[in-house]
């Protein structure tokens, strides 16, 4: 677990969504849209393992970060973070839901606990930032087929592990 500074009271956001993310930026979560720029791809769509940038508000001055845990669908995820509904607390796959009126992600409201139901503020966001290897979703490409071979011989064969080979008969 990574150290969190002694001036720190409570576990905030960046050091656990830097943990569980893998993505390797420092300081307050309302700088790190502007770090990830050339280091981690960026985009506008959620993706599982992307951390999602909110901006910084008059009541999040700092801003927030938390991880994408899962899509439910185009206008709902799941969010893995700290320090959101309880001071230095961290909530596993909370809601939250895409409320910008052109359906971009730039404004959400997030589950909160006091309520037992989304919070009530609508929270402006700057986007997703990738951890290396997450790309924001998309159709998958058909996995390639393979040829089906036939081999004919008298002699030994020598087949890799997990490979079966039909019978003749």
């Excluded at 969504?17 to 720029?37: F, L, P």
């Excluded at 845990?69 to 700290?82: C, F, G, K, P």
Aim: with cysteine; glycine share 8%; aromatic share 8%.
């Amino acid at each position: 677990m990574t150290a969190v500074p002694a001036s720190a009271k409570y576990l905030q956001c960046v050091p656990f969504a830097r943990e569980v993310s893998g993505i390797d930026i420092r300081g307050n979560a309302n700088t790190w849209w502007g770090q990830a720029a050339g280091r981690y791809d960026r985009g506008t769509s959620p993706a599982i393992g992307a951390v999602m940038a909110f901006k910084a508000t008059s009541r999040m001055r700092v801003g927030h970060v938390a991880m994408v845990s899962r899509i439910v669908n185009d206008r709902e995820v799941l969010l893995t973070h700290a320090n959101w509904s309880r001071r230095g607390g961290i909530e596993r796959d909370v809601r939250a839901i895409d409320v910008s009126p052109a359906g971009d992600w730039s404004q959400v409201r997030v589950w909160f606990a006091a309520n037992h139901d989304l919070g009530t503020s609508v929270n402006p966001v700057q986007g997703f930032i990738y951890a290396h290897g997450a790309r924001a979703a998309e159709p998958a490409a058909p996995e390639p087929t393979l040829p089906t071979m036939t081999i004919a011989t008298n002699a030994p064969v020598s087949v890799a592990a997990g490979v079966q080979l039909a019978s003749a008969n």
